[in-house]
């Protein structure tokens, strides 16, 4: 995606992606926790038609904190068409920094600036709140969740060549710049696998990553929408990614100059 911008163009402040279905009783608390946190930030509240009223709650809450907007979607797409929705709307606008939480209390507002800070002190292109690096905890846990995510998370790494400890983390900041090296029309994935393959491309297009421990919390609030499909969902693309690339690296490394197969 090129976005073209007019030649006085100067950066904005970064832009806070909020994807929203069905979170009536959390939308208006969060608002309010991520304007008291980094009150410089616009936030973007993208909503897949909750039928709770979740969108008209946030107009109201715009109403009254300000640079709030909200983007109403027809209907679910998943978690993907969300961000790309919503970055969109920001490279269009100039924000030259593009975060992303979620929108049911299980990432703290209060860590935004510390990941805006981290771009600049890492001279880093993402920066992921992550739970798996020290200092990071996800209290409340059962052991086989915990296991099941860390692990998750070390085959992503191994199957995808990605030093990144908590690649489906969705509490982020990018560098616009690196979204617009990558292109948007490039990721493809919809559900949470949309995390692991925009960290993929950041690492493949030689941006820097950075991690900063955070502390995960389950909602207190509403309904989770994760589900084993979603996870299996995920997993199935990150073999699919890994196996391509082997085979790619393979094709590449079985050829010598000129094209001819190496060796006998």
């Known amino acids: 995606m090129v976005v073209r911008r007019p030649v006085e163009w100067q950066p904005v402040s970064p832009l806070v992606v909020l994807p929203t279905y069905q979170e009536a009783e959390?939308?208006?608390?969060?608002l309010a926790r991520i304007r008291a946190a980094v009150p410089e930030a616009h936030v973007l509240v993208v909503d897949d038609?909750?039928?709770?009223?979740?969108?008209?709650?946030?107009?109201?809450?715009?109403?009254?904190l300000g640079q709030i907007e909200v983007l109403r979607r027809t209907e679910k797409n998943g978690l993907g068409p969300a961000y790309r929705?919503?970055?969109?709307?920001?490279?269009?606008?100039?924000?030259d920094i593009l975060m992303e939480m979620d929108a049911d209390g299980q990432h703290d507002p209060a860590v935004l600036p510390d990941l805006i800070a981290a771009l600049d002190r890492h001279d880093a292109d993402l920066a992921i709140g992550s739970r798996y690096v020290p200092g990071g905890a996800v209290p409340g846990?059962?052991?086989?969740?915990?296991?099941?995510?860390?692990?998750?998370?070390?085959?992503i790494g191994l199957m995808l060549d990605?030093?990144?400890?908590?690649?489906?983390a969705g509490f982020r900041a990018y560098r616009t710049a690196i979204i617009e090296r990558i292109g948007l029309e490039r990721v493809r994935a919809d559900g949470y696998g949309f995390q692991i393959e925009m960290a993929y491309e950041v690492s493949?297009?030689?941006?820097?990553?950075?991690?900063?421990?955070i502390t995960f919390r389950d909602r207190e609030r509403?309904?989770?929408?994760?589900?084993?499909?979603?996870?299996?969902?995920?997993?199935?693309?990150?073999?699919?990614?890994?196996?391509?690339?082997?085979?790619?690296?393979?094709?590449?490394g079985a050829r010598g100059a000129g094209g001819r197969p190496a060796g006998p």
């Open 141 to 155: 846990w059962p052991a086989n969740r915990r296991l099941l995510s860390k692990w998750g998370n070390r085959y």
């Open 49 to 64: 038609g909750s039928p709770d009223g979740t969108a008209d709650l946030a107009v109201t809450a715009a109403g009254e």
């Open 222 to 252: 509403g309904i989770s929408k994760m589900s084993p499909n979603i996870v299996g969902e995920a997993l199935v693309l990150v073999t699919r990614w890994g196996v391509r690339d082997r085979l790619a690296r393979f094709r590449t």
């Open 26 to 30: 959390n939308i208006q608390d969060i």
């Open 204 to 213: 493949k297009a030689g941006g820097r990553i950075v991690e900063i421990p």
């Open 162 to 168: 990605l030093p990144v400890r908590d690649a489906t």
């Open 85 to 95: 929705a919503g970055f969109a709307w920001g490279m269009e606008r100039g924000h």
